[in-house]
């Protein structure tokens, strides 16, 4: 019953608005990421904005019909990820419900705790479905590794443990900032509010989340090659830029 009534809390009307507008944005923003081969993947911000004000459940769920939605009318190859975007959902739902999600700071860990566990579920999928070689950018650092001498379950994980704690950090920013600027009259309609109410930032935290990101950056970038260096600091300055206006919101 505890299990029925916490799926149920999830959704309410507002939910169910919102996951429409979230699955568009994730397939709107992944399809440019993919189009570009950049080495990140950006498709989950709508998937974290709804798991933290609707709840796990209602995460898991938009990040699933995400990939479902993208990979039947898109591009079907995002349709077998959708077990990691289902993941994605369910733990961004549950670091909210933790508390996780109402400083930079912490969001910053919500970021790596989403990180790892994608990178654990989409292994499996790149190696036995993929041969390790994706549609993503990404796959630049995986070719780059089996050139090495690497065998392929190595060189997938070392890609994925890199890569996605870039890409998981950001998109977390980045949700962060969204909610920082909706009115708490707004967030209240939703059935998880309280998991977005934000405590007063620590700039110290904030650079300490931003430096991760800054860090985490630079070696996948030194891996791809060096000219990406820079792409990856310009992208870093953008984190900090939006962290420091999330920041001053109140």
């Known amino acids: 019953m505890k299990l ?13 608005v919102l996951i429409p507008v979230a699955i568009a944005i994730n397939v709107v923003i992944g399809q440019i990421v993919v189009l570009l081969k950049l080495p990140v ?38 349709f077998p ?17 933790g508390g996780l999600f109402r400083n930079t700071w912490k969001v910053a860990i919500t970021g ?11 292994t499996p999928i790149s190696v036995y479905l993929y041969g390790g070689i994706t549609a993503s950018g990404s796959s630049i650092i995986t070719a780059y590794l089996l050139q090495t001498g690497r065998d392929l379950l190595t060189s997938v994980l070392s890609t994925n443990f890199l890569v996605e704690p870039v890409d998981k950090i950001s998109t977390a920013f980045l949700a962060f900032a969204i909610l920082r600027g909706l009115s708490a009259r707004y967030l209240a309609r939703f059935p998880r509010a309280g998991n977005a109410t934000p405590e007063k930032d620590d700039r110290r935290a ?9 860090v985490l950056a ?17 992208v870093a300055v953008v ?12």
């Open 4 to 16: 029925l009534e916490s799926i149920k809390k999830d959704f309410n009307t507002m939910t169910w």
């Open 41 to 78: 993947f950006l498709d989950s911000i709508g998937t974290m904005l709804v798991a933290v004000v609707c709840g796990p459940w209602a995460g898991a769920l938009t990040g699933t019909l995400s990939n479902i939605i993208w990979g039947l009318a898109i591009d079907p190859s995002a």
């Open 81 to 97: 990820w959708f077990p990691v975007a289902l993941f994605i959902g369910f733990v961004t739902g549950w670091c909210a419900q």
């Open 206 to 214: 904030l650079f300490i989340g931003v430096g991760i990101f800054v």
């Open 239 to 250: 984190v900090i830029g939006v962290g420091l206006l999330s920041s001053r919101i109140r």
């Open 112 to 122: 790596f705790i989403v990180a790892l566990t994608a990178a654990a579920v989409s």
């Open 218 to 234: 630079i070696l996948v970038a030194n891996l791809i090659n060096p000219a990406f260096l820079w792409i990856g600091l310009g």
